[in-house]
C-alpha cells in the first residue's frame, strides 16, 4: 500500500492551498481517509478525516477554514485549506485505515505547508 500526497508549498497568511493524497495497492473496504499535521516539536494532530460514507470530522482549530473531501473510485482524498494561518505550518501526512475483520493502516510520507509572508 502506498499513499501519495501533494500539494504542499509556501503560502502567505490568508492564502489557499489544496492537498491531494492518492492510496494504491491492496487496499479494500476503506473505513476513513485523513489528513494529520505535525509542526516543530509538536505532538502530531488530526486535521480532519472523511468515512467512506462521506461522514467528515474536523479539529476545531480548522473548522471554517478547511474542507476535506473523497473520491472513492480512485482512493483519494482532498484537503482545501482557506483562510491559512502562520500556526497551520506543519508536515501533513495522509492517512488511510482500512480492513473488516483485520483493520491496517498506513501513513503517506508527508507534505510541508508553510504559511509565512
Known amino acids: 500500500v502506498q499513499l501519495q500526497a501533494s500539494g504542499g508549498g509556501l503560502v502567505q497568511p490568508g492564502g489557499s492551498l489544496r492537498l491531494s493524497c492518492a492510496a494504491s495497492?491492496?487496499?479494500?473496504?476503506?473505513?476513513?481517509m485523513g489528513w494529520y499535521r505535525q509542526a516543530p516539536g509538536k505532538q502530531r494532530e488530526l486535521v480532519a478525516t472523511?468515512?467512506?460514507?462521506?461522514?467528515?470530522n474536523y479539529a476545531d482549530s480548522v473548522k471554517g477554514r478547511f474542507t476535506i473531501s473523497g473520491d472513492n473510485a480512485k482512493n483519494t482524498v482532498y484537503l482545501q485549506m482557506n483562510s491559512l494561518k502562520p500556526e497551520d505550518t506543519a508536515v501533513y501526512y495522509c492517512?488511510?485505515?482500512?480492513?473488516?475483520?483485520?483493520?491496517?493502516?498506513?501513513w503517506g510520507q508527508g507534505t510541508q505547508v508553510t504559511v509565512s509572508s
Open positions: 495497492g491492496s487496499i479494500f473496504s476503506i473505513n476513513t
Open positions: 492517512n488511510v485505515k482500512f480492513g473488516i475483520l483485520v483493520k491496517y493502516e498506513y
Open positions: 472523511i468515512t467512506s460514507g462521506g461522514s467528515t
